[in-house]
Nanobody, 126 residues
């Protein structure tokens, strides 16, 4: 069993930055890929970024490429999402997720992730 907990969500103005954190506990050795998803009201959950726990391989959705950076501190079992140049379109509940899969299709499919956090709210005002 893997438990995930997010933090760092807040309300910011457009152009601002935030860093989200996700700490994993439990059977963390089973995790091969961790990712961030987001869901805005009335919209489907969207895969934002993912990172392979065994190396530097990363994935970004087109909507965040160049603005968001995903990273992993394996010593702390913590994943981060640095979000820069935020726009109101980035407003959503952000979820971290983890999977035992070694490979994933793109765009990310939430069905491929078996462990989820409770989410942290990001609100960007214009």
């Amino acid at each position: 069993q893997v438990h995930l907990g997010e933090s760092g969500g807040a309300s910011v103005q457009a152009g601002g930055s935030l860093r989200l954190s996700c700490t994993a506990s439990g059977y963390t050795n089973s995790i091969n890929i961790m990712g961030w998803f987001r869901q805005a009201p009335g919209k489907a959950r969207e895969g934002v970024a993912a990172i392979y726990t065994g190396g530097d391989s990363t994935y970004y959705a087109d909507s965040v490429e160049g603005r968001f950076t995903i990273s992993l501190d394996t010593a702390k079992n913590t994943m981060y999402l640095q979000m820069n140049s935020l726009t109101p379109e980035d407003t959503a509940m952000y979820y971290c997720a983890a999977t035992e899969h070694y490979e994933l299709g793109v765009p990310l499919d939430q069905a491929d992730f078996s462990s989820w956090g409770q989410g942290t709210q990001v609100t960007v005002s214009s």
